[in-house]
């Protein structure tokens, strides 16, 4: 048993000298290819690594004296190697230290060689900010005539590709250590990092009243549709909005910030106001000249616009093939006789005393019935919902709220007032039930 604990411990110990000198151990020597503002590392300087993580993409270097340890990604370092030749990279580097370039033409090719035929390895989107790292002699590029003004640079992207591009398309400036933009930024037009402009042009914008229809479990489907909502256009380069009763869509060549919270799309008559997490108010002016505004906000991401819309519809089917379950034909001694078929037909003979206070003269006897409107709270108790009827040859439609009893049902009218938002476009009913209003009892 001693030998066995004898035999642990110096596993342990083993183990423990094993990492201690693993991570004592140099790596090598690498350049800053893109400036680390959190650690103070500005590009162009030279670092010790201890260990590369093919896993996690990540370098372990020392900062400072070496003591203290970070992980840095791998694409903002050069290779690992001597101290030797990272001086030698570095030097070779140095007339475009601090040096970055935005991108003025969407699409522009990064080659793999500094020559117009040579393989293409990425395409730059406009605006995009890539790093320059040394000049080359490659071919210069023609416009049929004469050759293009500009060089072809040695440079990287924010996801670590290297390659060539020919300067024509690219603005310069310099970054300094803390992150912060320094010389040629005003010129290039250059935005600095705006972390409230990036997670709004990363975000899924859904009309406001989304999240208050799905809060109250109101769904109103003729307002709802996966197509609905705001696209920023940050992969796409164009910016779109489309509601029930509009529908734009905009190329845009950037974004500025006019003041906090405050983003014009450049090229285009929209302007965006970030209200808060999660909450905006898209404003631009229509074909006709008058200025709109709307909102949007976004929905958590177990929310599935497509999903509650079936479930919706689900609903209503439900509700219906309810109502036929319970007959499908029901009759009223005062009233007719009601009836529904499978497909939302329904046909209703003998309601001559509906006639005219509910029903019109020229009403057939045929038509669709929907489940469109909700119960307000304080009919809730005595109805179980509202059915809709849109009778051939009448131009309103007549709702009924509804119970529904062991042997048949019973109906009342209900007054529908429906207002409408003149900055949404959207209807908006209001349900009650007369104090004198009529109510009818049909058997099955």
């Known amino acids: 048993m001693r030998h066995l604990c004898r035999c642990i411990l110096f596993s342990v110990l083993l183990s423990f000298v094993f990492l201690l000198s693993s991570c004592s151990k140099i790596l090598g020597y690498s350049v800053v290819l893109w400036t680390i503002p959190e650690l103070e590392l500005a590009d162009g300087e030279i670092v010790t690594v201890y260990v590369k993580s093919n896993i996690s993409q990540q370098y372990i270097i020392g900062i400072g004296d070496g003591k203290e340890k970070k992980e840095v990604p791998l694409w903002k370092l050069s290779e690992p190697s001597s101290k030797k030749k990272a001086l030698e990279r570095s030097e070779r580097y140095a007339p475009y230290r601090h040096t970055y370039a935005k991108c003025v033409l969407d699409g522009l090719p990064i080659r793999s060689a500094p020559e117009n035929g040579s393989q293409q390895v990425y395409r730059l989107r406009q605006d995009e900010i890539i790093r320059t790292l040394a ?19 040695e440079v990287l992207t924010s996801d670590g590709t290297r390659g060539w591009c020919f300067s024509l398309n690219l603005r310069l400036f310099t970054m300094n250590a803390d992150g912060s933009y320094g010389a040629g930024a005003e010129e290039a037009e250059v935005q600095q990092q705006d972390d409230t402009l990036d997670a709004f042009l990363k975000s899924t914008w859904y ?20 197509d609905y909502g705001f696209d920023t256009g940050s992969t796409t380069g164009t910016v779109s909005m489309k509601l029930h009763n509009v529908d734009v869509s905009y190329p845009f060549a950037g974004v500025t910030k006019l003041r906090d919270g405050m983003y014009q799309f450049n090229g285009t008559s929209l302007q965006v106001s970030v209200r808060g997490a999660g909450s905006i108010v898209v404003q631009y002016t229509d074909s006709s000249g008058k200025p709109k505004s709307y909102s949007f906000v976004t929905l958590p991401a177990s929310v599935d616009i497509a999903k509650v819309i079936a479930d919706e519809q689900e609903r209503r089917d439900a509700v219906y093939a309810s109502m036929r379950a319970l007959g499908p034909e029901f009759t009223s001694s005062n009233y007719g006789t009601l009836s529904f078929d499978g497909n939302g037909q329904f046909s209703w003979n003998d309601f001559s005393l509906l006639v005219p206070s509910v029903i019109t003269r020229n009403a057939g006897h045929t038509g669709t019935v929907s489940v469109k409107y909700f119960v307000p709270a304080n009919l809730k108790d005595e109805w179980n919902g509202i059915l809709t009827f849109s009778f051939e040859g009448m131009d309103r439609e007549v709702n009924f709220l509804y119970r529904k009893l062991n042997n048949g049902i019973r109906l009342s009218v209900a007054r529908v007032s429906v207002t409408k938002d003149s900055v949404s476009g959207r209807n908006t009913a209001t349900v009650s039930q007369g104090g004198n209003s009529l109510v009818m009892f049909f058997h099955n």
């Open 207 to 226: 009309p406001d009243y989304y999240a208050q229809m799905i809060n109250r479990n109101r769904i109103e489907l003729e307002y709802m549709s996966t």
């Open 135 to 153: 000049k080359g002699d490659g071919v210069i590029p023609t416009n049929g005539k004469e050759n293009l003004k500009g060089e072809w640079l």
